[in-house]
């Protein structure tokens, strides 16, 4: 909150800068304060025209309960213009909108062909296999929900709860607090699940290879 007080002070004093409006809309996301969020962002892509901000924008629409209009966002004109990192954020953003929605099988198709494919992770590729398994298991695919939840713990910098979350899956137990992740054989049982075929419904979509593996 003294983040989104300081924005607006900076707001009342220079509102015509996009950069000020801009942070006040994402000091105002952060505090859960998705209207304010929406109208601040709004103006500030009005002041400078870039979209970047676009999966703050959407996913205050999800914090406003309003999925429908955050699955919108997707066909805004401007999103062939993003760079990958900020169109992989939408695409996590739109795929949790479809789960909202009671679509978990369109939240799976809108993350499998980015989650799938080849090349070394990327900084924001642990949010994108969590958001994947996350639709894989509203979709009712546990195990493969399993194997990409461990794939996410296996690269994630303590950003997500990715390895609990496949503990929870294949044990139906939270997972220990002073449960060595590196060691879990919980984690080394799902890693198990990676000969698993690419498929639509048999098997386990292959993550993406690992550096050292990739030529």
Known sequence: MTALAHARAAADRVPRLSAVREAVGIAAYHAAEYSTA????RAARRMD?????????AD???????PERAVAYLRDPQVEELDPATRAELLIVISGARRDLAQPEAAVVL???LATAKGSPEPWTARLWYAYAEALLAAGRAEDAAHWFTSAAGID???TDAAARAYLITTGQP???DTDLEQADTL?????????VNAEGDGVDEPRPKPDETS
């Not at 080394?188 to 698993?196: K, M, Q, T």
């Open 175 to 177: 997972l220990p607090d």
């Open 60 to 66: 205050s629409e999800r914090g406003l309960g309003r």
């Open 157 to 159: 910098e303590g950003e």
């Open 38 to 41: 929406l109208l601040e962002l």
């Open 49 to 57: 025209g870039s979209a970047h901000n676009l999966p703050l924008m």
């Open 188 to 196: 080394e049982s799902v890693d198990a699940l990676d000969g698993g």
């Open 111 to 113: 993350l499998r062909d």
